[in-house]
């Protein structure tokens, strides 16, 4: 079963535009949510992380905002670049410290 | 440092040939994965480890075999492989689950099955 949805598959986004991605998860007793950018041919990297008790984390133009009664958070990529042309995954961290992934977001940015 | 690393990059095998992806990590991690990543449904978890010695399932372990031997190497097994295992595998590791945990990913192994 699929524990964390991602939505949505693939996105297009003009230079400059600030691009969202959303994501929403079950299981209440997730501790850890990371975002991960992965950039084809090579293996996902961390990109941003936030802990339940936080509800938003800005690094640079990345935001997450994380919403603990509606299990929802999401991805922020303010002023978008061709260079953030990627597929992006959000996780939730389970029992074990085990990684649940969504399906991923194709984002692409037009110059 | 290296980071994590994958052998092969690419292999192509036939139905019923069996093969082995070679995992190595020079960060002392304490906790390796193994992933496969198919189109629409995200990284999903074969099999982990938690420590030299120890292995454990996780969501699609069928089919799969893994030994943790040594710290530093993972290693995933394919005994009769079949085409639905078709896929992009990936090793990860990490240091365990206390802090950020962050999970470090090798650059991935395509594997047909004809």
């Known amino acids: 079963q699929q524990q964390v949805k991602q939505s949505p598959q693939s996105l297009i986004v003009q230079k400059g535009g600030i691009s969202i991605i959303n994501c929403a998860y079950e299981n209440t007793a997730f501790d850890y949510f990371p975002w991960y950018q992965q950039f084809p041919g090579k293996g996902p990297a961390l990109l941003i992380a936030i802990r339940p008790d936080v509800s938003e984390k800005k690094e640079g133009r990345f935001t997450i905002s994380f919403n603990k009664s509606a299990k929802q958070f999401s991805l922020h990529i303010m002023d978008s670049q061709p260079g953030d042309s990627a597929t992006y995954f959000c996780a939730a961290r389970g029992k074990g410290g085990k990684l649940i992934f969504g399906q991923g977001t194709e984002l692409s940015v037009k110059p | 440092n290296a980071g994590v690393t994958q052998t092969p990059k690419f292999r192509v095998l036939k139905t019923g040939q069996s093969m082995t992806l070679l995992c190595a990590q020079d960060?002392?991690?304490?906790?390796m994965y193994w992933y496969r990543q198919d189109p629409g449904m995200g990284l999903r978890l074969i099999h982990y480890?938690?420590?030299?010695?120890?292995?454990a399932k996780g969501e699609v372990p069928d089919g799969y075999n893994v030994s943790r031997l040594k710290k530093q190497n993972f290693l995933l097994g394919l005994e009769s492989a079949a085409p639905s295992q078709t896929s992009v595998y990936f090793c990860?590791?990490?240091?365990?689950?206390?802090?950020?945990?962050?999970?470090?990913f090798g650059p991935g192994t395509r594997l047909t099955v004809l």
């Open positions: 990860a590791s990490s240091s365990g689950t206390s802090g950020v945990g962050e999970q470090f």
């Open positions: 480890s938690v420590g030299e010695g120890t292995t």
């Open positions: 960060m002392n991690h304490e906790y």
